[in-house]
């Protein structure tokens, strides 16, 4: 069975950092392009960014908005991915989700999402 | 970043069709935008529904559809269920960086 499970969330002061982490079981994560999507409370969904498989370059994508503040990265010795974050704004109050949506050897489209894990930003 | 726009809300009889539409602020919404679209109830995690225009997951209802029209990407509803009242958000992807839309929420 796929799990997903998100750890590392929590009130954090602006100015502050913050590692999330997204446990992965159930499938070879080295082959996952995963992605991290976020939601603030009562409002729309919001693309962080990606990471592609090793065996697909391991490219990463950032969204405009969390560019130099944000940071993507995996351990595929460890099935764990992880969004940095840094210098965070109470506007990054939300909800962070990790989104594992294909399998590069296999070619196959999927669709798995964390618990979420709520980061709040406040003094 | 561009934006991608969304009707805020629509609103399907039972048994009735509905298109939902998904626009560039930077022109028309091609293949190349591999457009997705999630369904979101309340208090649950999105849902992918539609994939790279319109592919389907194996648990995708038959009764939802993904294509482009008119410029924009669109995903249209046959035969509205009242399970299918829910938030859905399309994604465009620009140069491999993803972008969602505002969101519509639709009700049957």
């Known amino acids: 069975e796929v799990q997903l499970v998100e750890s590392g969330g929590g009130l954090v002061k602006p100015g502050g950092s913050l590692r999330l982490s997204c446990a992965a079981s159930g499938f070879t994560f080295s082959y996952a392009w995963m992605s991290w999507v976020r939601q603030a409370p009562g409002k729309g969904l919001e693309w962080l960014g990606r990471?592609?498989?090793?065996?697909?370059?391991?490219?990463?994508d950032h969204a405009a908005p969390v560019k130099g503040r944000f940071t993507f990265s995996r351990d595929d010795s460890k099935s764990t991915l992880y969004l940095q974050m840094n210098s965070l704004k109470t506007e990054d109050t939300a909800v962070y989700y990790c989104?594992?949506?294909?399998?590069?050897?296999?070619?196959?489209?999927?669709?798995?999402w964390g618990q979420g894990s709520l980061v709040t930003v406040s003094s | 970043q561009a934006v991608v726009t969304q009707e805020p809300s629509l609103t399907v009889s039972p048994g009735g069709t509905v298109t939902l539409t998904c626009g560039s602020s930077?022109?028309?919404?091609?293949?190349?935008?591999?457009p997705y679209w999630f369904q979101q109830k309340p208090g649950q995690v999105p849902r992918t529904l539609i994939y790279d225009t319109s592919n389907k997951h194996s648990w995708t209802p038959a009764r939802f559809s993904g294509s482009l029209l008119g410029g924009k990407a669109a995903l249209t509803l046959s035969g509205a269920q009242p399970e299918d009242e829910a938030d859905y958000y399309c994604?465009?992807?620009?140069?491999?960086?993803?972008?969602f839309g505002t969101g519509t929420k639709v009700t049957v």
């Open positions: 989104y594992y949506y294909y399998d590069s050897s296999t070619h196959n489209h999927c669709d798995y």
């Open positions: 930077t022109g028309a919404v091609t293949s190349g935008h591999y």
């Open positions: 994604m465009l992807s620009y140069s491999g960086a993803g972008v």
């Open positions: 990471i592609k498989s090793k065996n697909d370059g391991g490219t990463i």
